[in-house]
């Protein structure tokens, strides 16, 4: 950065959202027309590294085409001197993750919404002919209304057709742990179907605030998505209802053709059920009649 922290490019840094292992998230303003973005750099350490400039620009073939209200716009690689840096479009929410995490009360409040607009923003990629590939609660944007924003397209795969299918064994398997298909975990082609699995991983998260499969090794882990019992989500949220439960465990069936064909057809089905016996309350609503007592 040639002129100290301030810039990247012609882009003003205002603030670091966040610092991962691999990437920087910035609030930037692009001071010639007063517009702000987030920008996505690697961390210093990462700078020089081929194969994380690579992820970068993929990202952008995969998304620069993408026009969708639940889908983040993604808009160019920038550069200054050698650093490359990502131009998306900037959201002030925070990840569904730490919604889960730290309000989970509104998350479970906005379930329904939350979980309609997941399923739009993946169905609208795989309808692009992409798979996201990387489906869990730390990339989706989400809003204290429930509006929700995919991220991350680091790893996103074009969906095989044909016989290009069986020749997909990869070099190197991809992917977040906790969330994986056992067809990811295999290194096998990915389909429309493995983010319906990772998505209904999401899904059992977003009701109970637990994960399906958790493991003391990662072995174990992996063993549990490839040929454990798939868990009743009612488990840990009596409030749940048996329908809803139903369908999650159908989005995790081991066999691909086991699991509903498109985010389409779940969406179909989650219009005719409800998800809880009793809708949760407004989290907000308690608050101001807790005050007023
Ligand atoms: N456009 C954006 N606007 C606001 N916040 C964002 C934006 N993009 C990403 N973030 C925040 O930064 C986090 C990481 O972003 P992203 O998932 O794109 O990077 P990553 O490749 O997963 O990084 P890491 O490997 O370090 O986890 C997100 O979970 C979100 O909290
Ligand atoms: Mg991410």
Partial sequence: MGRGLDYLGKYRIIRMVRSGHTCQIYEAMDDFDHKKFAIKALVPEQRKNKEEIKALQHELAVAKDFDHDNVIEVYEIGTDGSVYFLVLELSPHPNLKLMIRNDFEMALYRAPTIIEQVFISLGYMNDQGWVHSDVKPDNF?????????????????????????????????????????????????????????????????????????????????????????????????????????????????????????????????????????????????????????
């Avoid at 020749?167 to 067809?183: D, L, N, V, W």
């Avoid at 429309?192 to 605030?209: C, K, N, T, V």
């Fill in 141 to 293: 944007l989400v809003s204290n209304e429930g509006d929700i924003k995919l991220i991350d397209f680091a790893i996103s795969e074009k969906i095989r057709t044909g016989f290009s299918r069986w020749f997909a064994s990869k070099p190197r398997i991809q992917g977040t742990m906790s969330y994986m298909s056992p067809e990811q975990i295999r290194g096998e082609a990915l389909m429309p179907q493995s983010d319906i699995y990772s998505a209904g991983i999401l899904f059992y998260e977003l009701l109970s605030r637990k994960l399906p499969y958790t493991g003391e090794s990662s072995d174990e882990l992996l063993r549990k998505h490839i040929s454990g019992d798939i868990p009743d989500v009612r488990t840990h949220n009596p409030n749940v209802t048996e329908e809803c439960s139903e369908l999650i465990k159908q989005m995790l069936a081991k066999k691909p053709e086991n699991r509903p064909k498109s985010f389409k057809s779940i969406l179909n089905s989650i219009s005719r059920i409800r998800i809880f016996r009793a809708m949760p309350k407004d989290p907000l609503e308690n608050k101001e009649q807790d005050g007023d007592e």
